[in-house]
């Protein structure tokens, strides 16, 4: 069983980690911690295990829903977790090694922030879609306040 209650406290982790780390980056020098790497790879951690529970437990239970309009925002959430997806492997790929457990930024820092910048809102704007959207969907269909799925 999914609680909303354990959606919101992922999603709190995932701003929470996502705030702090763009506030390290501010200084190059920060790039190079491994505080700001170990932040780093838990964000990258949160976000996966979040993104993998919202695809298959809310919208693997909204796409076999007899309504066609809540299979088709389960299906344009899961549309969009594949692109976010397919984003993130290839930020992940140019900006660290994660079996090191190292961030690559190198003489690239300008444009590291920038990747990171928009990595990271793209992120925050699908948890706010899911908030806004997504949630409030779930609680009509399921007539509970507690139980996501």
Known sequence: MVTFAALHAQNHRITELSNVFLY???DR???????ACDVFMDYAKAVREHIELVDRKLCGQLISHPDQSVKNTADRFLSGSSEIKRI??????QWCRESKRQLTVRGNYDEFVTDTNQMFSLVLDRIERETEHLYPLIRKLEGSDQRAA
């Open 88 to 93: 993130f492997a290839a930020y992940l790929r």
């Open 29 to 35: 020098a920060m790039c190079d911690t491994q505080t």
């Open 24 to 26: 390290l980056i501010q």
